[in-house]
């Protein structure tokens, strides 16, 4: 079964509000969670690591006020996507590692519409 | 910094037939970990297969193996009696030891057609 949760699965908006995603480790206190953001027919880009307790640490040319990170938990990291202009309509898909563990568990991907 | 190269946009092939996906990778470290990963059209990514740098070994998973040439920093997986389910997007991905983030490369399109 799944242990990495994200939710919503889609959320359509309009632009200049915003929208909040999150990701949950379902069988494991993630430390580390990271973000990435897949446009069509690309391949996943990292844009940040979502650090438990401190602040997010940001891919070169992600705007750190346009992405909020939160990882208040050992399970739960959110990404607040705020202002949202259509340019930022995407796929937006979080991961987690760990444990005895190398590979990446991800969740099911969050397709962002800005309307 | 890791880099992974995938040269292949697209590739088709026949259900029962074999088929192989190239990947190069980049790295200056020492120990590090390998993926192939499956995004089928649900985009939810799926662990295909992994090897540690360290390992001289091939790793298989059932249909799937890999050619691993570390000198050559080449990755490549190899999908045995192709089945329709395995039409996806693979992505080759690195891994350095001291990080936890994935480098992937642009991605292969597989068709698989009857």
């Known amino acids: 079964g799944a242990v990495v949760s994200q939710h919503p699965s889609w959320v359509i908006c309009k632009s200049g509000t915003s929208v909040k995603i999150e990701c949950r480790s379902l069988d494991f206190q993630a430390t580390t969670m990271f973000w990435y953001r897949q446009f069509p027919k690309q391949s996943l880009m990292l844009m940040a690591t979502?650090?438990?307790?401190?602040?997010?640490?940001?891919e070169q040319g992600v705007e750190k006020d346009k992405f909020l990170i939160n990882h208040a938990s050992l399970t739960l990291s959110t990404l607040t996507v705020t202002s949202a202009h259509p340019e930022d309509s995407s796929f937006y898909i979080c991961?987690?590692?760990?444990?005895?563990?190398?590979?990446?568990?991800f969740g099911q991907g969050t397709r962002l519409t800005v309307v | 910094a890791q880099t992974v190269t995938q040269s292949q946009p697209e590739m088709s092939v026949q259900e029962a037939e074999t088929v192989t996906l190239s990947c190069t990778y980049d790295t200056s470290e020492s120990n590090y970990y390998l993926f192939w990963y499956k995004q089928p059209p649900s985009r939810q990514m799926i662990l295909v297969i992994r090897q540690e740098a360290y390992k001289q070994q091939n790793a298989t998973e059932n249909r799937f193996s890999v050619n691993f040439q570390k000198a050559a920093k080449s990755f490549s997986l190899k999908i045995s009696d192709s089945q329709l389910g395995d039409t996806a997007m693979y992505f080759c991905?690195?891994?350095?030891?001291?990080?936890?983030?994935?480098?992937f490369g642009k991605g292969t399109s597989l068709l698989v057609t009857p």
């Open positions: 991961s987690r590692t760990g444990g005895m563990n190398t590979e990446a568990f």
């Open positions: 991905a690195s891994r350095s030891n001291s990080g936890y983030a994935l480098n």
């Open positions: 979502s650090n438990e307790g401190s602040k997010a640490t940001y």
